[in-house]
């Protein structure tokens, strides 16, 4: 029964990675399975090995182990199914570890990349609150010991505080809330879809998400290149994509490919690539060696995509750090500057 929670990207990539080194030294499914089973302390991952190796013992079948657990994405089963009837179950391995290890890398930079902001935005917030609840009513009494008062920005920041601090039920709503989107954009499918599409469509991320699906395709291509039928191919590797552009841009060369046009041809006309990734996918066609050329164009996109996760943190830090400093001087200062008049004037 598929009863198991699909794998993580990481979780791929380190039993697609293990099975091909078991495999290469000789150890097939069964005693492979047997063996990580040993090494394995998650209870998820010992339930589903343990169903794996129940499943072979019963049918004898890689493949319909796999799809038997529920555990693995349906792209991964064609694949080990089509190695296997094609002798080719190694490779297949190989393909599959190195692909995941490449999205996992690509997934944990856009975590990275929008977890330290938030972190720093909710410290805002944070701070801001302190300040306005606590900091401005002990500064309200010296005002008023002083027989003055605050001025109307710093006394409406205060009004605020107090209602805040009053409804503490509302900060307990707007937390749950923040929590609630964050479970459903980051573990929920449609929300996932959903913040992907918003990752497609926000002018300062198109440009990284198109780098993202173009590193997918091209490690995808290599993966089922000459492994299945081109337009199989095409499909399969169309599912990994969640970019609407650059999903008309595979149908497109898929169109070309359907009218004779030849495999480097199609991707360049379509646009699927740059012009020098464009150039280097010919070469390695032309040259009978098109999966290393589609790996190398996938390795290129990687480098562009860390390069602008790490260009995204190196302005939204200090971008943040400046705007955290600025709410927090206005409101010192609205306080600071009268009670320094005030103190000057008593002197």
Known sequence: MANQKKLSNAELATFFGQMAMLLDG????????????????????????????AELTEHGQFDVALEKTGAFPEHVIRMVRLG????????????LADYYDRQEAISEGIKNAVTYPMIMIFMMLLVIIVLITKVLPIFNQVFTQLGSQMNAFS?????FGNRLSSSSI??????????????????????????????????????????????????GIAMVYG??????????VAGLIDNARMSSKIAKCKELLLEGREYAEALKEAEIFSSIQSRMASIGFKSGNPQEAMNRIADDYDKEVDKRIH?????????????????????????????????????
Do not use: W
Not at 155 to 159: D, F, Q, R, T, V
Not at 227 to 236: A, K, N, P
């Open 155 to 159: 006394l409406s920041l205060m009004n």
């Open 26 to 53: 000789g150890i097939y499914y069964r005693e492979g399975i047997e063996t990580m089973l040993k090494d394995t302390k998650s209870p998820s991952a010992r339930a589903c090995l343990e169903q794996i190796v």
């Open 170 to 219: 509302v900060l307990v709503i707007i937390l749950c809330v923040i929590i609630v989107a964050y479970i459903f954009f980051a573990k929920v499918p449609a929300g996932r879809k959903l913040f992907a599409r918003f990752i497609d469509v926000f002018p300062p991320t198109r440009k990284f998400n198109d780098a993202v699906a173009c590193s997918r395709f091209a490690s």
């Open 311 to 347: 260009d995204i943190i190196a302005v939204l830090e200090p971008t943040l750090v400046i705007i955290l400093s600025l709410i927090v001087g206005m409101i010192l200062l609205s306080v600071i500057l009268p009670l320094m008049g005030i103190m000057s004037s008593i002197g």
């Open 84 to 95: 296997l009837r094609a002798g080719d179950d190694k490779a297949i391995c190989h393909s």
């Open 227 to 236: 492994r299945m039928d081109t337009y199989e191919g095409f499909d399969l």
